[in-house]
């Protein structure tokens, strides 16, 4: 009885020792994918690893941490991104980072980043009418402030062009300048190699023209009025490309185009009791008011558009839509060849989205931008012509070489154009 007893004690003991360490063995499986680090990372990689992984992965798996740990954990991944762990991990991103460096004038604009594939160079300008759209924004020392739901040229993420001139007959001569638009043209088609739109043809990949764009990519109107002094903005157009040197690289469903801005786009507002109209006039009223736009949203003043069918607006279509003085994409109003060479078999429409849009050198900067002086000052509404009107809207100075600007005509009285 007694050996009986003790060999079966001994079994007993057997079990007992086969069960603790059956516990123990499961415990420590537990998690082995879950990496037991505490970095955070709800990522639900299959690498399978224990935190000491080694694989070169480029990190393309769905994790959707916003750690910003240092990680402690031994990883050795030789993975691609380069963030340094304080992302909310945009991984992919496409972008060079250059969203906010200097560009264009003396370096003092900007970059902006409008979509992964629209890069704008912002200058630096007076806070007014046409540079902070009423109602969409308010100027607070010096700077626009936006309305909730308005982004500026980022409310709608996207590029639009449309065309107003032909460069070939000198349709294009707009806002002052040292040299004409189409002298312009020409200067950087020798420069770049490229030839003119209008010459362009099937062998070649990128053509040369110009733009009139958004008064926040063209910047102050040369009628500005800085709402501090009272005076008129002395260094406006600080986007223009005698400015700055720079210009756009514009791509669209039909090809690509190195333009030149030599104009600015004002669009059609209202302002001061007026019924809607082309904007020049309205630059400095308090109570300029965009008209209902061509594409996209303006809030809070315009929550849908009003233009062509193919921009999926959902209000009656307006001749008089805005493309330019809501500021709420940056538009390229080109001229008609190198809109037809961008735009494709789209240019029947009269408008095209653009893919692509890059800020490029493309000329010397003129260093005694902005043009002026002598007899022709722009304090008087009037421009150096050489005594050769652009057009009805811009009339001859009577006996001189001065023209007056877009909209304005010449009063003996007061001796300048108003």
Same mark, same amino acid.
């Given at each position: 009885?007694?050996?009986?007893?003790?060999?079966?004690?001994?079994?007993?003991?057997?079990?007992?020792?086969?069960?603790?360490?059956?516990?123990?063995? *499961?415990?420590?499986?537990?998690?082995?994918?879950?990496?037991?680090?505490?970095?955070?990372?709800?990522?639900?990689?299959?690498?399978?690893?224990?935190?000491?992984?080694?694989?070169?992965?480029?990190?393309?798996?769905?994790?959707?941490?916003?750690?910003?740990?240092? =990680?402690?954990?031994?990883?050795?991944?030789?993975?691609?991104?380069?963030?340094?762990?304080?992302?909310?991990?945009?991984?992919?991103? %496409?972008?060079?980072?250059?969203?906010?460096?200097?560009?264009?004038?003396?370096?003092? *604009?900007?970059?902006?980043?409008?979509?992964? %594939?629209?890069?704008?160079?912002? $200058?630096?300008?007076?806070?007014?009418? /046409?540079?902070?759209?009423?109602?969409?924004? %308010?100027?607070?020392?010096?700077?626009?402030?936006?309305?909730?739901?308005?982004?500026?040229?980022?409310?709608?993420?996207?590029?639009?062009?449309?065309?107003?001139? =032909?460069?070939?007959?000198?349709?294009?001569?707009?806002?002052?300048?040292?040299?004409?638009?189409?002298?312009?043209?020409?200067?950087?088609?020798?420069?770049?190699?490229?030839?003119?739109?209008?010459?362009?043809?099937?062998?070649?990949?990128?053509?040369?023209?110009?733009?009139?764009?958004?008064?926040?990519? !063209?910047?102050?109107?040369? /009628?500005?009025? =800085?709402?501090?002094?009272?005076?008129?903005?002395?260094?406006?157009?600080?986007?223009? %490309? /005698?400015?700055?040197?720079?210009?756009?690289?514009?791509?669209?469903?039909?090809?690509?185009? !190195?333009?030149?801005?030599?104009?600015?786009?004002?669009?059609?507002?209202?302002?001061?009791?007026?019924?809607?109209?082309?904007?020049?006039?309205? !630059?400095?009223? $308090?109570?300029?008011?965009? +008209?209902?736009?061509?594409?996209?949203?303006?809030? $809070?003043?315009?929550?849908?558009?009003? *233009?062509?069918?193919?921009?999926?607006?959902?209000?009656?279509?307006?001749?008089?839509?805005?493309?330019?003085?809501?500021?709420?994409?940056?538009?390229?109003?080109?001229?008609?060849?190198?809109?037809?060479?961008?735009?494709? +078999?789209?240019?029947?429409?009269?408008?095209?989205?653009?893919?692509?849009?890059?800020? !490029?050198?493309?000329?010397?900067?003129?260093?005694?931008?902005? $043009?002026?002086?002598?007899?022709?000052?722009?304090?008087?509404?009037?421009?150096?012509?050489?005594?050769?009107?652009?057009?009805?809207?811009?009339?001859?100075?009577?006996?001189?070489?001065?023209?007056?600007?877009?909209?304005?005509?010449?009063?003996?009285?007061?001796?300048?154009?108003?």
């Amino acid at each position: 009885m007694i050996r009986v007893s003790f060999f079966a004690a001994l079994y007993k003991i057997a079990i007992f020792v086969f069960l603790l360490s059956s516990i123990a063995c *499961g415990s420590s499986s537990r998690d082995q994918n879950g990496s037991g680090d505490s970095d955070g990372d709800s990522d639900n990689d299959s690498d399978g690893d224990s935190d000491t992984d080694t694989d070169a992965d480029s990190d393309t798996d769905a994790d959707t941490d916003t750690d910003t740990d240092s =990680d402690s954990d031994t990883d050795t991944d030789t993975d691609t991104d380069t963030d340094s762990d304080t992302d909310s991990d945009s991984d992919t991103d %496409t972008d060079t980072d250059t969203e906010g460096e200097g560009c264009g004038y003396q370096g003092e *604009g900007s970059v902006l980043m409008v979509a992964p %594939t629209i890069e704008i160079c912002l $200058p630096k300008v007076v806070c007014t009418s /046409e540079t902070c759209p009423p109602g969409m924004g %308010t100027c607070v020392d010096g700077r626009c402030v936006f309305a909730d739901g308005y982004d500026g040229l980022k409310t709608l993420p996207s590029a639009w062009a449309t065309h107003y001139c =032909d460069l070939t007959t000198a349709a294009c001569h707009g806002v002052t300048q040292f040299n004409y638009p189409e002298e312009t043209a020409a200067m950087i088609s020798a420069k770049l190699g490229y030839p003119l739109c209008a010459a362009a043809g099937p062998g070649d990949t990128t053509c040369i023209g110009i733009v009139a764009s958004s008064p926040m990519v !063209v910047g102050n109107s040369q /009628e500005a009025v =800085d709402p501090e002094t009272g005076q008129q903005v002395a260094l406006w157009g600080l986007g223009m %490309t /005698e400015a700055t040197g720079g210009c756009y690289e514009v791509t669209g469903p039909g090809g690509t185009a !190195v333009v030149a801005v030599t104009d600015r786009c004002g669009g059609y507002c209202s302002c001061n009791g007026s019924g809607v109209q082309e904007c020049a006039p309205c !630059v400095n009223a $308090p109570d300029m008011k965009p +008209n209902c736009g061509c594409v996209g949203a303006a809030p $809070p003043v315009w929550d849908d558009c009003c *233009g062509p069918s193919h921009a999926g607006c959902g209000m009656a279509t307006d001749s008089a839509c805005d493309w330019c003085a809501s500021n709420n994409h940056p538009h390229f109003d080109l001229d008609t060849h190198s809109f037809e060479w961008v735009c494709g +078999n789209e240019a029947i429409q009269g408008s095209c989205e653009l893919s692509a849009v890059r800020y !490029v050198d493309c000329i010397e900067a003129n260093p005694d931008w902005p $043009p002026g002086g002598g007899v022709c000052l722009a304090e008087d509404g009037m421009f150096d012509c050489n005594g050769v009107s652009p057009g009805p809207e811009q009339p001859l100075v009577p006996d001189s070489n001065c023209c007056c600007n877009w909209g304005l005509t010449y009063d003996p009285a007061q001796e300048k154009c108003v």
